[in-house]
């Protein structure tokens, strides 16, 4: 059963602003950075409500697809994401002009509360930066 559209204007308003190509540039997880070379072909496409999360890496290319829901009404900012699979993964963002953050859990927690990761908080904190406007 699939969810409602976006009903509210500023969620709207936000998932037209989502639209386009975004460039992974920062990656942090339980408080620490990751290596840029694990993330910096990394690339965050969203088209609609849909999105595809792309990391090509020489031993393994991940990839993830799927629908994504915004609550702009929260504080801070819910994103629910629904893989094609059907793994719903429950996140918060916060998006200034090209600047987008995200921070999931990685572990079994709840949706994180705040863009703080701690040493064995179990969240990772994604920085992305628009590439370009589809």
């Given amino acids: 059963m699939s969810e409602p559209p976006v009903t509210d204007e500023t969620s ?3 998932l037209d602003k989502l639209q386009g190509i975004w460039r992974t540039v920062a990656v942090e ?10 993330f910096e ?5 969203i088209t609609g409500d849909r999105f595809t999360l792309r990391n090509p890496l020489p031993d393994a290319d991940q990839r993830m ?5 915004l609550d702009a009404g929260k504080v ?3 994103l629910k994401l629904t893989l ?6 429950e996140e918060i963002y916060e998006l200034e002009g090209n600047t987008l953050r995200v921070c999931y859990p990685i572990k079994d927690v709840n949706r994180p509360t705040s863009f703080n990761t701690t040493a064995k908080s179990g969240l990772s ?10």
């Fill in 125 to 134: 904190l994604v920085v992305y930066e628009r590439e370009s406007r589809s």
């Fill in 41 to 45: 072909n990394a690339k965050l496409v």
């Fill in 65 to 69: 697809e799927g629908v994504l829901k």
């Fill in 12 to 14: 709207r308003e936000d």
């Fill in 29 to 38: 997880v339980d408080g620490s950075p990751v290596a840029s070379w694990l």
């Fill in 84 to 89: 094609d699979g059907g793994q719903i993964l």
């Fill in 76 to 78: 801070p900012k819910q």
